[in-house]
T-cell receptor
């Protein structure tokens, strides 16, 4: 079955540590996204990528970094510069060919600070 | 920037009854797309229904329908014959037609279904 796989499901970060969240899709989608979800707030865009080797900052990119070396993969690194990293992180993708297409979402990663 | 407002943090409905979730948005654009996503306890986001702003007819998907009022910038979701499996967070979202990567989400409404 095609879909988006995020791992791990739960992740703990120590002070000063960088951690990487994995996102893999087998939908052959061009566009991929990372969102952050905090309690009582909607999803906020961190980064997105429309094609391999290209990505753009979203609304809250500070303290995060991404790469897009393969079409299928779009990992997110939460760096030590992100002072409030505790949140639920969702990866999404879109075929990228039509306006109004829906986003397909992964099952998310809950990141907590030790 | 466009904003999406969901004024009801929590709603509840009796099983088999009908409930309406509210959503308003702010935009200066004339062409855009609106979505309702459901997030059950598994936390995976699932598309419920989608509406194109240029279409006057309200979208319908089985028990789910919308009331799209373009002039009022309102996009409510009606769930008929509510089922226990409808219990979830519901998010309203707006996407610009000129920037396919700019999708704005509301803060969500938590729906409880009582047996």
């Amino acid at each position: 079955d095609g879909g988006i796989t995020q791992s791990p499901k739960y992740l703990f970060r120590k002070e000063g540590q960088n951690v990487t969240l994995s996102c893999e899709q087998n939908l052959n989608h061009d566009a991929m996204y990372w969102y952050r979800q905090d309690p009582g707030q909607g999803l906020r865009l961190i980064y997105y990528s429309q094609i391999v080797n290209d990505f753009q900052k979203g609304d809250i990119a500070e303290g995060y970094s991404v790469s897009r070396e393969k079409k299928e993969s779009f990992p997110l690194t939460v760096t030590s510069a992100q002072k409030n990293p505790t949140a639920f992180y969702l990866c999404a993708s879109r075929a990228g060919t039509l306006l109004g297409e829906k986003l397909f979402f992964g099952s998310g990663t809950q990141l907590s600070v030790l | 920037a466009q904003t999406v407002t969901q004024s009801q943090p929590e709603m509840s409905v009796q099983e088999a009854e009908t409930v309406t979730l509210s959503c308003t948005y702010d935009t200066s654009e004339s062409d855009y797309y609106l979505f309702w996503y459901k997030q059950p306890p598994s936390r995976q986001m699932i598309l419920v229904i989608r509406q194109e702003a240029y279409k006057q007819q309200n979208a319908t998907e089985n028990r789910f329908s919308v009331n799209f009022q373009k002039a009022a910038k309102s996009f409510s979701l009606k769930i008929s014959d509510s089922q226990l499996g409808d219990a979830a967070m519901y998010f309203c979202a707006y996407r610009s037609a000129t920037n396919n990567n700019d999708m704005r989400f509301g803060a969500g409404t938590r729906l409880t279904v009582k047996p």
